[in-house]
């Protein structure tokens, strides 16, 4: 049962991780769509109007992101409690093998 324990955490790390990354990407990648814009814009020397649109929605995408970003940190928080609660922690930490004789114990250390 700790084996499979250990199975399902590790997936759900290998997923969360890439997911925390594109909320990231996607961020700073509309930063620089919104800087790029805001400096053709000025380039161009086109009315201030022209764009606005587009800044407005695009404003409106990082506040989305940013949310989902909280969104995802939540997720992770409550992921790393279920974690603790599932007996999977001190495995992680290195402290115990898991098996009910070592709960409590620390790991042993392998002799060089």
Known sequence: ??????????RIA????????????????????????????SEAKVPIAMC????????????????????IADAHAALASDRINAGTQLLRNGRCRGMPACVGQPYPRRRK
């Open 14 to 41: 290998t997923a969360l991780i890439p997911s925390e990354s594109d909320i990231e990407t996607a961020i700073a990648s509309t930063a620089r769509l919104i800087l790029t814009i805001a400096e053709a814009h």
């Open 52 to 71: 606005q649109d587009s800044l407005a929605a695009l404003s409106t995408t990082i506040a989305r992101l940013t949310e989902a970003r909280a969104a």
């Open 1 to 10: 049962m700790l084996n499979s324990r250990l199975n399902a955490a590790r």
